[in-house]
């Protein structure tokens, strides 16, 4: 850091602020960053130029030099207050722990868990229906026997999703429901 009564080039007070050789020039047009010579020559006094930077930050953010950061106004809470924010969440958190017991509430990692062991279980079905289908269809030359065969097949496939038991394709992909 500099002493206070070094005088400084352009560049130099530039690095110091933290803005370019371009800014420091507009402070001295736009905003009378204080200099001493004219044209190339130009000089700084440290002390001067901090002085005037911490004013202009001061008047630019209108926060009493906190470079733009508005912090809002606190309301001081009292121990009453708290008290009871406090005793709310206890008792919200209950609650909370009382519906999961009754089975009102899942966890989302439990219920992402049971809805990809379903898609799973709907997958197998799904993939099943052509296997199945090769051997029957093979060689038919009636249309309306194999849009029959077709029908037939896509009914069970759907009436077996339907009663698909998500909760026990869970159990039963990890081996949980197993004595």
């Keep these: 850091m500099p002493n206070e009564m070094e005088t400084l080039e352009l560049e130099d007070v530039a690095s110091l602020l933290g803005v370019s050789e371009r800014m420091v020039r507009n402070y001295i047009k736009d905003n009378d960053l204080p200099c001493v010579g004219d044209g190339r020559g130009r000089r700084f006094v440290w002390a001067d130029v ?46 909370l722990q009382l519906a999961r017991e009754r089975g009102q509430v899942a966890s989302v990692a439990d219920v992402e868990k049971v809805l990809a062991s379903s898609t799973l279980a709907i997958q197998t079905q799904v993939l099943a229906v052509p296997s199945r289908l090769a051997t029957r269809m093979l060689g038919l030359q009636d249309h309306g026997q194999a849009v029959a065969i077709l029908e037939a097949e896509m009914r069970q496939v759907l009436t077996n999703l339907s009663t698909i038991d998500a909760v026990k394709e869970r159990a039963c992909s990890t081996g949980e429901g197993e004595d």
Excluded: M
């Design 50 to 95: 901090r002085e005037w930077y911490v004013q202009y930050r001061i008047q630019l953010s209108g926060s009493r030099g906190r470079l733009g950061v508005s912090v809002p106004p606190v309301d001081a809470e009292t121990i009453e207050q708290a008290y009871l924010r406090k005793t709310k969440a206890e008792a919200d958190l209950k609650e």
